[in-house]
């Protein structure tokens, strides 16, 4: 056998024993969080037929952040800045602001320079989902009381359609995953939300931007938002929602048709125990 073709065979096989010893390792003794999601936290990211045996059919996480402009937070979700990563928070995480805002000039336009890993905490039916359903209902309220003094603005009648829409997009089919929290400890993190039915800690990345005059921090994005989903799992997907896997843009929200039973492990990687 050549010796270009037996190096590969090795470098394959030395790949493989690391990467099974990893996942081995990460499942190994009891999971740090076991939650049991549904098809609005976990949306099939690409969908197979029932005669498919390819294994790699995946779930995308879907989460949100609770932010001080609600209303704008109301409609787009993780796309703008937790209320919670505030400067003080920021500057925990090991951001050094004083040197940035000195700098204004210089770090405007270099925000990629300013980013660091840190482990967020996502909150299953929290405190934050329901914030947001209780501001989207006194908002609407408030919307049509204001339509009932002037009945003839066409515009808000328009506008209330869309949120009323909206509204029932949060109730019946948009996730209730929040990103509440942020830090750099796992186990002080672990201690604190020490619920594994409720939280669970995952690696990411957080950014700063300038909002206005002042620093904003924001989740840039979470390193694992996908998770595979083996046979005979699969098979059950494909089970539980036939020929649609288009739940995300359906014009008419519908409850969830399925639950994923996700545990977090040692190295904070996620796997699916169980789908129904």
């Known amino acids: 056998m050549p010796r270009l073709m037996l190096a590969s065979i090795l470098l394959l096989l030395l790949t493989n024993i690391v990467v099974l010893s990893g996942v ?16 609005r936290e976990l949306t099939v990211k690409r969908y197979y037929s029932r005669m498919d045996e ?15 402009d609600m209303e704008s937070g109301f409609f787009y979700g ?21 040197k940035i805002k000195r700098n204004k ?13 840190a482990i967020l905490v996502l909150e299953y039916q929290g405190d934050s989902y329901r914030k947001t359903l209780t501001f989207a209902e006194q908002l609407l309220d408030q919307m049509r009381k204001n339509a009932a003094n002037d ?20 109730k019946v089919s948009e996730t209730r995953l929040y990103a509440i929290d ?11 939300y020490s619920d594994k039915s409720k939280y669970m800690l995952l690696r990411g990345e957080i ?27 699969s098979q059950v997907l494909v089970d539980l929602i036939g020929n ?26 996620p796997w699916i125990e169980l789908i129904k």
């Open 24 to 39: 081995a390792y990460n499942r190994s003794g009891e999971p740090l969080s076991s939650i049991e999601l549904t098809e």
């Open 54 to 68: 390819d294994s790699s059919t995946r779930v995308l996480l879907n989460w949100r952040v609770l932010t001080d």
């Open 78 to 98: 993780r796309y703008r800045h937790p209320a919670w990563l505030d400067e003080v928070k920021l500057s925990n995480l090991g951001f050094d602001l004083d």
């Open 105 to 117: 000039d210089k770090y405007l336009y270099q925000w990629d320079t300013h980013a660091i890993d």
């Open 151 to 170: 009945p003839g603005d066409k515009s808000l009648a328009k506008k209330i359609k869309q949120y009323e829409d909206h509204f029932v997009d949060l």
């Open 182 to 192: 942020a830090g750099l400890d796992k186990q002080v993190l672990l201690e604190k």
């Open 207 to 233: 950014s700063l931007t300038w909002d206005d005059d002042e620093i904003a921090g924001t989740i840039h994005h979470l390193y694992i938002d996908e998770v595979h989903v083996p046979l005979p799992f």
């Open 244 to 269: 649609d896997a288009d739940y995300a843009y359906r014009a008419e929200p519908i409850p969830p048709r399925y639950k994923v039973r996700l545990n977090l492990g040692k190295r904070l990687e």
